[in-house]
Structures are given as structure tokens and as C-alpha cells.
């Protein structure tokens, strides 16, 4: 039967982290790790619940980002903590777990990492962001059983495929996990496999063990189309926000920080129509879109100023790659109707 922890465990540790309570939140923990219950079930259970509540929250606009910086400092503390309390014994073998470059949100990576120690796994864990050459130079000296990439951002797909390149010029596999990715756009990006959770991932590693899978030395292949799109994303950002002033009246009494999150919205935008193009997956950019569209009717922006800059974007993105331009205005059609 799978352990449950005690009802509103999660939200009095988020009640604490908000608080700035890191002592109290740490030592709830660890309360509950003497009692009994395991540490992959605090990791998933309580700390990766906590995260999930907290980037929620925000998304909602119920807390700004310095409250979930707060909280995700508390967590980090606590995990430092369990994981210092947990008696050490040898891996089953190493892996070097990493952050596609680009990619800041390492907490989620730190968690997966003591989950695997959990069951036995060795662990190299190398945190945020990390720059391929710098991995390449590791796994030379190191020579581990696999490199674990983590994505929990689109934008981060070439730093997927820059690593999933670095280890295989070493002959080393890959995997890749990450709420970024599926099974599909791991493999587009270059990584032999795709894990959903500490279990599936242990699992393939010991059969990794016993059986090393072959790896193709050759660098993943990137839609040039999409490349091109992504490096030109400020570009396109500027020239659509300077149409979207006529095709959305309103903006005209956007303060200045309002008109700065305006041009950084319209960048984003045509970087994760750059980001569903690498991976050839037009749901990724829906998924963004119905994001960013929540997330800003929640901060008292109309669905129609996304609408309209959606319109202003879709033709210059068009004059590069038709079909990113194609797909931001099936973003419009879909809008257009949730609104209704």
C-alpha cells in the first residue's frame, strides 16, 4: 500500500516557508522522517507538493516571485537537511545528473536526484544550467554509467540536444525527464530515453548496466527553421510591439513596466513557437499559450491584448517559417474562443 502522510502536512510546511519559518518547516520534516515515513514519499509527497502548490499560487497571481523564491530556499534547506540525516551506503554504480543549459529551475532536478540516492543509485548531481563543454569535460574524466538531463522549460530544448551531444561523443547514454518533455521530444532533442518518475528511471539505469545501449556519436540535427525563429525571437518581439500599440488601444496608458512585460510576452511567444518547431510538437505552444493566457487574465490583462499579439506576431514569424506563423494563429482562433 503506498504510504500517505499526515492530512495538511504539505500545507503547513508552505504555511512555514511563507513565513520564513525554515527551522520549523526543516524540523516538520525531519519529525516525519523519524516517524517513519520514507524519504522518496517526503521528497515527492511534501517537498515536490509544496513546489507544485507554490508555482500555482504564482501562476495565479496569489503571491509574487520573491514569496516563491522564499519557499523555494526553505525547500532547498530541507533537503540539504534529509539528506545529510540519511545514512550513506554505496551507489549501485554512477550517474551524472544536469540541467539542460538554459534551464535555472535545479530544484526539481535536486529532488530527482536524492530520490534516486534513495533507491541506490549513484549520483553526480551538477545543479542549474550547465554548460555542455563543461559536462563534456566531466564525463571524459568520470566515465559514468549515463547523463541524466532534466528540461522543465521549452526554451531550454537546444541545451538538451547540446548535452545529449557532449555525452555521446563519450560514448555515454542519455536520459531525459523534466516536465518539458515527453517521450517524443526527448528523443527529437537526442537523449536515448525518457523517464516519468524515480522509478521508471532506476529501472532503465540497472538495465543499462547489464546491457549498455549503443549511442550514435553523430550531433542531433536541429530544424534550422526553428533555430533561426529563436535567435531572431527580440527582433520579431520589437517589430510586432510597435504594431501592437494600433491594434490594441489600451496599451497606450501601460506604464513603463507594463510596456517592458509586453515586449518580454512578445519575445516569449516567438521563442516557444521556436521551441514546439525543434521538437516538431504544435501542443507545446498550446500549452504555453493557455499558460500565458491564464496568467495574464489573472494580473487583469484581457485575453484580447494576447489575441492581438498573436495578430501582430503571426506575419513577420510567417516570413521565416510558415508554419510558427501558421500555429500562432490557430493560438488566436482557440483564445478567441475560450473568451467567448
Do not use: K
Amino acid at each position: 500500500m503506498p504510504v500517505l502522510l499526515p492530512p495538511r502536512a504539505s500545507d503547513s510546511f508552505l504555511d512555514l516557508a511563507l513565513a520564513g519559518e525554515r527551522a520549523q518547516a526543516t524540523r516538520l520534516t525531519l519529525d516525519l522522517f523519524a516517524g517513519g515515513f520514507p524519504l522518496p514519499v517526503l521528497i515527492t509527497d511534501l517537498l515536490g507538493a509544496v513546489q507544485r502548490e507554490v508555482g500555482a499560487r504564482w501562476h495565479r497571481a496569489e503571491i509574487g516571485v520573491a514569496e516563491e523564491h522564499l519557499v523555494t530556499g526553505v525547500s532547498q534547506a530541507t533537503l540539504g537537511a534529509l539528506a545529510a540525516t540519511v545514512p550513506h551506503r554505496p551507489g549501485r554504480g554512477t550517474v551524472v545528473l544536469a540541467c539542460a543549459e538554459g534551464d535555472w529551475h535545479s530544484l526539481p532536478a535536486q529532488l530527482f536526484a536524492e530520490s534516486l540516492r534513495a533507491v541506490g543509485q549513484g549520483v553526480l548531481y551538477l545543479g542549474a544550467s550547465t554548460p555542455s563543454e563543461d559536462v563534456s569535460r566531466l564525463l571524459e574524466r568520470r566515465r559514468p554509467d549515463a547523463l541524466l538531463v532534466t528540461c522543465n522549460l521549452a526554451l531550454s530544448y537546444p541545451g538538451v540536444a547540446g548535452l545529449a551531444d557532449a555525452a555521446h561523443r563519450h560514448g555515454v547514454p542519455v536520459l531525459a525527464g523534466g516536465r518539458a518533455l515527453n517521450p517524443a521530444r526527448a528523443v527529437a532533442l537526442g537523449a536515448d530515453a525518457w523517464a516519468a518518475d524515480v522509478t521508471s528511471a532506476a529501472n532503465l539505469l540497472r538495465s543499462w548496466r547489464r546491457t549498455p545501449p549503443e549511442v550514435d556519436p553523430r550531433p542531433v540535427e536541429l530544424e534550422a527553421a526553428a533555430a533561426a525563429l529563436d535567435a531572431r525571437a527580440p527582433e520579431l518581439g520589437g517589430v510586432a510591439y510597435e504594431a501592437l500599440a494600433d491594434r490594441f488601444p489600451p496599451m497606450a496608458d501601460y506604464d513603463r513596466r507594463q510596456r517592458a512585460r509586453t515586449y518580454e510576452d512578445l519575445v516569449y511567444i516567438v521563442r516557444f513557437l521556436a521551441a514546439a518547431r525543434l521538437v516538431d510538437d504544435e501542443e507545446g505552444f498550446t500549452t504555453f499559450a493557455t499558460w500565458l493566457e491564464d496568467l495574464l487574465v489573472a494580473r487583469g490583462v484581457p485575453a484580447a491584448a494576447l489575441v492581438a499579439g498573436l495578430e501582430v506576431l503571426a506575419p513577420p514569424v510567417r516570413d521565416i517559417d510558415e508554419r510558427s506563423g501558421a500555429l500562432a494563429l490557430s493560438a488566436v482562433e482557440r483564445i478567441g474562443c475560450r473568451a467567448a
